[in-house]
């Protein structure tokens, strides 16, 4: 491996959990291990949760005319769209946008 700044080419060996490699002649860091590969993964996995949680309580849409004032989240336009016997449109989006938003099928 070549170093970005010095351009020494040195051979890196397997790196122990939380090792890093760095260059021999300038000190830059070549390579690193994660102490723990699942902390990363683990915070994003719960910031997703978090963000999953304020979009589905969060208003969709809001609505004000005529002195009147509207506002539904995405479940509420599925329960609404099921009372209005629109059934198979509201599990499709209860399914797409709740259960399985980045569901891809390919
Ligand atoms: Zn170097």
């Not at 090792?19 to 994660?34: E, S």
């Amino acid at each position: 491996m070549a170093c970005q700044e010095c351009d020494l080419l040195q051979r890196i060996p397997p790196l122990p959990i939380g090792g890093r490699a760095r260059c021999a002649r300038c000190g830059f860091v070549l390579a690193a291990r994660p102490s723990d590969p699942l902390e990363l993964p683990l915070v994003l996995t719960l910031t997703a949760l978090i963000v999953f949680v304020v979009a589905n309580a969060m208003p969709l849409m809001d609505l004000s005319a005529v002195g009147r004032y509207a506002s539904t989240t995405i479940l509420g336009g599925a329960r609404q769209m099921w009372l209005d016997g629109e059934r198979i449109t509201a599990m499709i989006v209860v399914f797409c946008a709740v259960i399985a938003p980045r569901c891809t099928c390919s």
